[in-house]
T-cell receptor, first 110, second 114 residues
């Protein structure tokens, strides 16, 4: 089971770039890495998913090194509304076990 | 397109009672997964249903059960409630399944067991 580890919290200021790194040392060949965002009293919301190298969408970028033992979610120019908990998730494609990280609480200050 | 809906949003029960939670997935989605979220354990996978069949199950006792109907709506039942069952219960739907597809989460049902 690909256990994930991520920092408990991070602080930032508006306009800065926030980078959250997730470790998944036991990731298997067919596993995908997905990041979700969760606001209080709401369910998680999909941000981005990747398998290797770099993936970018309108919200974030995901960097995955060649060994895939970690991944970094990059949030460009954060705003106050980006204050949330961010979860790193490794999808096991062969045994249907889901491993959510404990989540990183990102606080953006003015 | 309407999102995932869960009912009720809040629930208070006492120990020993049983509870049923409901989840309506996004139209066209055949997979519904259930999660328990607590401050101490984080997000934990309960089970997934796909086309009315349980496809996989997490490490929860048999008191936690579920089912899915032909319209993909799903229910989760917890019997003989314990204090430790107090949590936010989330359901998520996807087209092809939790393992291979983006999941869309509902707002959750906040269950408090007294």
């Amino acid at each position: 089971l690909a256990k994930t580890t991520q920092p408990i919290s991070m602080d930032s200021y508006e306009g800065q770039e926030v980078n959250i790194t997730c470790s998944h040392n036991n990731i298997a060949t067919n596993d995908y890495i997905t990041w979700y965002q969760q606001f209080p009293s709401q369910g998680p919301r999909f941000i981005i998913q990747g398998y290797k190298t770099k993936v970018t969408n309108e919200v974030a970028s995901l960097f995955i090194p060649a060994d895939r033992k970690s991944s970094t979610l990059s949030l460009p120019r954060v705003s106050l509304s980006d204050t949330a908990v961010y979860y790193c998730l490794v999808l096991r494609s062969n045994d249907y076990k889901l491993s959510f990280g404990a989540g990183t609480t990102v606080t953006v200050r003015a | 397109k309407a999102g995932v809906t869960q009912t009720p949003r809040y629930l208070i029960k006492t120990r020993g009672q049983q509870v049923t939670l409901s989840c309506s997935p996004i139209s066209g989605h055949r997979s519904v997964s259930w999660y328990q979220q607590t401050p101490g354990q984080g997000l934990q996978f309960l089970f997934e249903y796909f086309s009315e069949t349980q496809r996989n199950k997490g490490n929860f006792p048999g008191r936690f059960s579920g089912r899915q109907f032909s319209n993909s709506r799903s229910e989760m039942n917890v019997s003989t409630l314990e204090l430790g069952d107090s949590a936010l219960y989330l359901c998520a739907s996807s087209l092809q399944g939790a393992m291979s597809d983006t999941q869309y989460f509902g707002p959750g049902t906040r269950l408090t067991v007294l």
